[in-house]
């Protein structure tokens, strides 16, 4: 069964850094796209950056130039640089992976638990 934990959450104040990783362990024939999403009390899961197997990648418009996506395909492992943070930012963030699994044809949706940030101001 296939894994992912996520590590580097915590509390930051206004203005600092965090940089989240999801490391995706187990049995598997590949991973294709990786991603971040992040949900905030009383408000829906959202998009934060996505990230494919050969390195494009995606941002919800208003991340853009204050976070960075990257991943180490040769461990599995996709990281999110927080830069500027603000009091907005605060949130559950949640790693995804496309993971396909041994054996299998298709993808497999497959989230982490999730990692709490909190920027206070």
């Known amino acids: 069964q296939v894994q992912l934990v996520e590590s580097g959450g915590g509390l930051v104040q206004a203005g600092g850094s965090l940089r989240l990783s999801c490391a995706a362990s187990?049995?598997?024939?590949?991973?294709?796209?990786m991603g971040w999403y992040r949900q905030a009390p009383g408000k829906q899961r959202e998009l934060v950056a996505t990230i494919t197997n050969g390195g494009w990648t995606n941002y919800a418009g208003s991340l853009k130039g204050r976070f960075t996506i990257s991943r180490d395909n040769a461990k599995n492992t996709v990281y999110l640089q927080m830069n500027s943070l603000k009091s907005e930012d605060t949130a559950v963030y949640y790693c995804?992976?496309?993971?396909?699994?041994?054996?299998?044809?298709?993808?497999?949706?497959?989230w982490g638990q999730g990692t709490q940030v909190t920027v206070s101001s």
């Open positions: 995804n992976a496309k993971i396909v699994p041994m054996g299998a044809l298709v993808e497999h949706d497959t």
């Open positions: 187990g049995s598997m024939f590949g991973i294709n796209g």
